[in-house]
T-cell receptor
């Protein structure tokens, strides 16, 4: 079975632009979470969606938004990009929204110039 | 709120030597505990987890971790490491009974030398 897939793998943007990152969960998984991993740090939680509803939001500004589609895939949108948004953005899926382990994709590397 | 402290940012070790990667957590509620491994240019892979039951959990590739509630620790150990174990290791917690938001430590870089 395919794992979590993310697209694109790499992206270069300039300050002020917006970006959309995409994630397809493992088949049968209904929960998708997004994390930001800045170089040299552990991942930071951004959002979790379960059955198309937002279940949790981390400490990120309103420039960050996300949604989950009926097929459980998800998009992460970031507006008015800042240099500090440069990071690896990871998507994780799980069966449910509680204790089931999360399975991660390989991430999208976003570079802001 | 929960937090995770990984006490060593880097751990160098020779091949076939034992290793311990230390993880301490802070939480006012019960938690689930996880270790993830990240190889270069890849996402995170689940290594092992503690949800309940036996405090000693094992992975299929020889790693083990022990949940110590009194010391709020979840250290990762392997009796004999291989070159292929070179990677970044992350300890993470999530609140039991809540949605599974993971709180990660800063990571420990394990470098295995021949």
């Amino acid at each position: 079975d395919a794992g979590v897939t993310q697209s694109p793998t790499h992206l270069i943007k300039t300050r002020g632009q917006h970006v959309t990152l995409r994630c397809s969960p493992i088949s049968g998984h209904k929960s998708v979470s997004w994390y930001q991993q800045v170089l040299g740090q552990g991942p930071q939680f951004i959002f979790q969606y379960y059955e198309k509803e937002e279940r949790g939001r981390g400490n990120f500004p309103d420039r960050f938004s996300a949604r989950q589609f009926p097929n459980y895939s998800s998009e992460l949108n970031v507006n008015a990009l800042l240099l500090g948004d440069s990071a690896l953005y990871l998507c994780a899926s799980s069966l449910g929204d509680t204790h089931q382990p999360q399975h991660f994709g390989d991430g999208t590397r976003l570079s802001i110039l | 709120a929960q937090s995770v402290t990984q006490l060593d940012s880097q751990v160098p070790v020779f091949e076939e030597a034992p290793v311990e990667l230390r993880c301490n957590y802070s939480s006012s509620v019960s938690v689930y505990l996880f270790w993830y491994v990240q190889y270069p240019n890849q996402g995170l892979q689940l290594l092992l987890k503690y949800l309940s039951g036996s405090t000693l959990v094992e992975s299929i590739n020889g790693f083990e971790a022990e949940f110590n509630k009194s010391q709020t620790s979840f250290h990762l150990r392997k009796p004999s490491v291989h070159i292929s174990d070179t990677a970044e290791y992350f300890c993470a917690v999530s609140r039991s009974g809540g949605y599974n938001k993971l709180i990660f430590g800063a990571g420990t870089r394990l470098a295995v030398h021949p």
